[in-house]
């Protein structure tokens, strides 16, 4: 690999740390995978005292170093840093600017001192490059210089064991042994010249560092005596920081892929003159880099393939085996952590594994949080399932609510279904769980109870309803046929008879609805709110009913007027034959038709203490106490009622009836007041269309004429009485006129055509006349002929006789008067009509027997 990549200035001249060279440096050289396994060797020495050309020599870099044809001047400005080659393990050395330089000056030594305290605040070998011949100087020694770096080495909080590792350059004559001790006690010298705080009055130099002196040949004069000295030296540095090495103190090492960081903050604390506190930068340099680990960990898991399908399935739905899977990817993060941050502090460490630990577990739990909505709702879809399915027993359409034996009632399903769905969600819950998480479901659990009781109570309130709603329709199907026809009767037992069957209708429903709802474990409040609804539907079906039919008030009573008026008590149609009395019929009639109002004005469900008051009303209507009487058919006698005093007409000018709610008043006093009103208008003309028929029926059966009449007749017709009486054969010709005459008027029907009125009966009658006249003409030439022919004796004459009657009947006059007598059957005046046609048919046979 090329030189140019192995090395970077780390610090300018200027004193900028270059942050991005030493980052791209550690990735170059794989510093983060070293761990703690890499030694740091810097070098300190005057300038132009060939620090580069020994580090070159000595690791193998590849440093600038100075042309001495070109004269001595400052090669190496600032802080550089390089990888040694082929030496394990990993080696950065540092090469420093030279001390003591003519290019800043004898007053411009702020820098030497800052990089020579980060070079021993960073290294774990300094190395001090020094002449032989300034042994025993002053300012050519450096003394000031290290008297200054150990005084702001008091200032470091238990500092770690620094090798310093002096390099006697061009060796002289004098032996090393010689020189060793001078400068170990020109260093006792200045450590023990500085002021020190009085806890560390007592501290020893060698508490702080190691000291080694080397010495080295000249290397242009003995060059391969100098090379084999570099050679041996290099030996030591092999496994470097192995126990007993020459770097062996490892304390406040930092991992490699924190050391550009802690290098940063070192010289950042240097430059700005503070106190470096070496465990408070371990320490702040753990905390950083270990977030910076934990930060980078998070990032991975977040774009894990493994874990994004797994998040993708979790959205999708249930996952199983949720737990396990994300707890493999948790694990894998904190070994991964665990790894990176292993030579960081413990402590730091440890705590930033736990917020590690938090994130990850962080990131993992919003799906964990989905997936446990997802069994929730599986959890009770299940319970919704098994509780459609638990066989709970329900209204059917053709009766009430069933209960099977061996079917479990609603509340035992329900625990049982509840029971199994809690169990299937624990058990997927605890599937999801991430081992060492801290998770729990209890509040899905809880909301999982929550949507439970929900769903149950809307199906139990649903089913409640559902069976309260078919009690109640069964209840109002049984009420509405009964009530309908007790009020179509419209007697007094009316309502007594409608609130017994109100009262024996919903105890048998209270019945059924108990024995429907007692799976169902309803309280007694419930029970009672359920039980007093049926009783209320009860009454509104009566009520119903009752409406309906007051709004047809009028119609009804005129029904009731109509069928009591036009029927007698055995429902036969009345014929109005002059003896019917029509004024007592009519009042029987306005008092059904009034009683019928009384029912309809007012619900009477409830028992009422005293008096019918609507009826007391409503019998003003009526005049006299026979119309009290009628509507008070049960009144304990006639002189109680008597003696009570009428009700006054002004109770039926208000709004309400006494002691009736104005809730349940049908139809007002005034409304019914003015509907007895039109049913009187409009019935009087039934009542006179019965009068008129009377009277016509009376006028059309009465066939003699006034007493002066018949005076007048026998008066004025004695003459002609007489003249038929001497003249016998004018007497046979008027009594057959009379007789053919007779027959004519029945076979006319003239009675019944006369009963349309005189004009309409002539003109009927003057139509069928002359066709009528022929065929009784014909018919009897016709028996005339047949008798004469078959007639041999008196016996063969009572044979004809019986003949010709038969043959009439089968010709169409015994029918045609049989007909005709049938139609006028149901009148009266046709009684007498079928009389006399029998009259004339004997009449006829006796006319035929004289022709014979």
Same mark, same amino acid.
């Given at each position: ?406 079917? &479990? !009632?609603?509340? *035992?399903?329900?625990? /049982?279904? #509840?029971?199994? $769905? ?5 058990? =997927?819950? %605890? ?64 309502? &007594? !008879?409608?609130? *017994?069957?109100?009262? /024996?209708? #919903?105890?048998? $429903? ?5 024995? =429907?709802? %007692? ?68 009042? *029987? ?264």
């Amino acid at each position: 690999m090329n030189g140019a990549l192995q090395q970077i200035q780390l610090i300018d001249g200027e004193g900028n740390y270059n942050l991005t060279g030493i980052e791209s440096f550690a990735r170059r050289v794989k510093l983060a995978e070293c761990g703690l396994s890499y030694a740091v060797i810097a070098i300190m020495g005057p300038q132009s005292s060939g620090k580069s050309t020994l580090l070159n020599h000595l690791f193998g870099t590849k440093f600038v170093e100075m042309d001495a044809l070109r004269g001595r001047s400052q090669t190496t400005k600032g802080v550089w840093l390089a990888r040694a080659p082929n030496v394990e393990p990993t080696t950065l050395v540092m090469d420093l600017e030279g001390t003591d330089g003519r290019e800043r000056g004898e007053d411009d030594t702020t820098f030497e001192k800052q990089s020579s305290l980060f070079a021993l605040a960073v290294a774990d070998v300094l190395l001090i490059n020094m002449w032989c011949h300034d042994i025993g100087r002053e300012h050519a020694a450096n003394k000031p210089l290290l008297k200054i770096v150990f005084q702001m080495m008091m200032r470091l909080f238990t500092p770690r064991k620094t090798k310093l590792l002096f390099i006697i350059r061009d060796k002289t004559k004098t032996p090393l042994e010689t020189l060793e001790p001078i400068l170990r006690e020109d260093i006792h010298k200045i450590w023990d010249s500085l002021p020190k705080p009085n806890k560390e009055k007592e501290v020893l130099f060698e508490d702080f560092f190691q000291i080694e002196v080397v010495a080295l040949s000249n290397f242009e004069e003995k060059e391969e005596q100098f090379r084999d000295q570099v050679a041996e030296l290099r030996g030591r540095f092999q496994n470097s920081i192995a126990p007993g090495g020459i770097a062996g103190d490892r304390r406040g090492v930092v991992p490699g892929t924190a050391l550009a960081l802690s290098m940063q903050e070192m010289w950042k604390v240097i430059k700005d003159n503070k106190d470096l506190d070496l465990p408070a930068h371990k320490i702040m340099v753990a905390t950083v880099r270990c977030e910076e680990i934990a930060a980078e960990k998070i990032a991975e898991l977040k774009s894990n393939q493994h874990w994004l399908e797994l998040e993708r399935k979790t959205q999708l739905g249930p996952v199983a085996g949720f737990g396990k899977q994300a707890g493999d990817l948790l694990k894998a993060v904190l070994t991964g952590y665990d790894t990176e941050a292993a030579f960081f502090d413990e402590s730091v460490r440890a705590e930033k594994r736990k917020g590690l630990f938090t994130s990850a577990v962080g990131v993992i739990h919003e799906s964990f949080t989905t997936l446990l909505g997802h069994r929730r709702a599986e959890a009770l879809d299940k319970f919704k399932a098994e509780l459609a399915a638990s066989g709970v027993p329900s209204t059917s359409s053709d009766g009430p609510p069933s209960k099977d034996a061996d079917v &479990p !009632g609603f509340a *035992e399903a329900r625990r /049982r279904c #509840t029971e199994n $769905a809690l169990k299937a969600f624990d058990k =997927a819950a %605890a599937d999801a769980l991430v081992s060492g998480a801290g998770w729990d479901y209890l509040r899905t659990r809880q909301k999982l109870q929550r949507d439970i009781d929900a769903h149950a109570t809307a199906v139990r309130t649903e089913r409640l309803a559902a069976i309260q709603t078919k009690a109640k329709d069964t209840l109002q199907g049984k009420l509405a046929e009964p009530a309908s026809s007790l009020l179509d009767a419209a007697s007094s037992e009316t309502w &007594p !008879g409608l609130r *017994e069957l109100l009262a /024996r209708e #919903t105890a048998h $429903a209270k019945q059924e609805l108990a024995a =429907a709802v %007692a799976g169902f474990e309803v309280e007694a409040e419930e029970s009672g709110a359920l039980e007093g609804a049926l009783e209320d539907a009860g009454r509104e079906a009566v009520e119903k009913r009752a409406k309906e039919e007051s709004t047809q008030a009028l119609i009804r009573m005129k029904e009731r007027f109509n069928t009591l008026f036009g029927r007698d008590s055995e429902s036969m149609p009345r014929t109005w034959a002059g003896k019917e009395d029509i004024r007592a019929i009519t009042r *029987e009639a306005r008092i059904g038709a009034l009683r019928l109002l009384s029912v309809l004005a007012a619900v009477r469900l409830d028992d009422i203490d005293g008096p019918d008051t609507v009826a007391e009303a409503l019998e003003t209507l009526l005049e006299g106490q026979e119309g009290s009487m009628a509507l008070h058919p049960h009144s304990e006698g006639g002189s109680a009622a008597g003696a009570k005093e009428a009700p006054s007409r002004n109770a039926l000018a208000g709004a309400t009836w006494e002691n009736i709610p104005s809730s349940a008043t049908l139809l007002t006093p005034s409304a019914c007041r003015s509907l007895w009103r039109q049913l009187k208008a409009e019935t009087e003309y039934t009542i006179s269309s019965a009068i008129a028929a009377q009277e016509a029926h009376k006028r059309n059966n009465s066939w003699l004429p006034p007493p002066w009449a018949i005076v007048a007749m026998i008066v004025l017709g004695f003459n002609e009485f007489m003249a038929l009486v001497r003249n016998p054969l004018l007497l046979c010709v008027v009594v057959a006129a009379y007789y053919v005459g007779r027959a004519l008027w029945v076979q006319l029907d003239a009675s019944a055509e006369f009963e349309n009125g005189l004009v309409p009966g002539l003109l009927s009658i003057s139509a069928k006349f002359v066709p009528t006249l022929l065929r009784l003409l014909k018919r009897l030439y016709e028996d005339g002929q047949h008798t004469v022919q078959h007639a041999t004796g008196i016996q063969m004459h009572d044979f004809a006789a019986s003949n010709s009657s038969t043959t009439w009947e089968q010709n169409g006059y015994g029918d045609d008067v049989s007909s005709r007598a049938t139609g006028v059957a149901s009148r009266p005046v046709r009684h007498r009509g079928s009389a006399a046609q029998s009259s004339g048919m004997a009449d006829v046979r006796k006319v035929q027997t004289d022709s014979s």
